[in-house]
Structures are given as C-alpha cells and as structure tokens.
C-alpha cells in the first residue's frame, strides 16, 4: 500500500488547514485510515482515524474538537480539516493505514503503512 499526504504549510495561530492523503496498491485490505503526526524532538502522536466499515471518526484529547477526520471509502482516500490552529499542532503529519484491524484510539502502532508526511507549521 502506498500513502500518499499533502496540503501542509505554514500558518499563524487560528488558521486552518486541509489534509489529504489517497491510498493506492492493495486499498481494498485498509480497515481504517487516519493520521498522526511527530514534532521536532519527539515521538509519533495518534491525532484520529476513521474506520470504514463502521464509520466511527477518533480523535485524540489534543485536538478534539478543532480537527475533523472524513473519507471516501470507495477512493480510499482520508482528509483532516484542521481548526483552530496551535503553535503546538506544529509537526510532521503522517497518513496511515490499517490492514489489519488492529488499530486502537491513542496508538499509532496499528498503522502498518504510512507515508511520507507533509509538514505542518503553525506560528505565533
């Protein structure tokens, strides 16, 4: 499976930002897709997946209720609309896959395929 993520950027504190990640190779396996992200220094953060059979969107305590997970199953295809932008949201965001079913809310260790990443920068 290959992942492929874009629309980082920089902003200031307050903006907003739209993540997009397309899956491709064997699509038809991914139970869930979602994203975290890892900042300069430390280690890999869940932020939220979507699990396409259920439909059911989590997020990790940090962002609720600012970022918004949706996807289109049949394009394998998962995006993240970011709000309310932080300083501490700065970091490389990464898109994820699950084949395996395995993938808990606050883990990153479910994601068997992830992608490049696209670097979000949030200023002050």
């Known amino acids: 499976v290959q992942l492929q993520a874009s629309g980082g950027g920089l902003v200031q504190a307050g903006d907003s930002l739209r993540l997009s990640c397309a899956a491709s190779?064997?699509?038809?396996?991914?139970?869930?897709m979602g994203w975290f992200r890892q900042a300069p220094g430390k280690g890999r953060e869940f932020v939220a997946f979507?699990?396409?059979?259920?439909?059911?969107?989590y997020y990790a305590d940090s962002v609720k209720g600012r970022f918004t997970i949706s996807g289109d199953n049949a394009k394998n295809t998962v995006y993240l609309q970011m709000n309310s932008l932080k300083p501490e949201d700065t970091a490389v965001y990464y898109c994820?896959?699950?084949?395996?079913?395995?993938?808990?809310?606050?883990?990153?260790?479910?994601?068997?395929?992830w992608g490049q990443g696209t670097q979000v920068t949030v200023s002050s």
């Open positions: 190779g064997r699509p038809f396996s991914i139970y869930r």
């Open positions: 994820g896959a699950d084949l395996e079913g395995t993938l808990v809310p606050g883990s990153v260790s479910g994601f068997d395929y």
């Open positions: 979507i699990s396409w059979s259920a439909g059911r969107k």
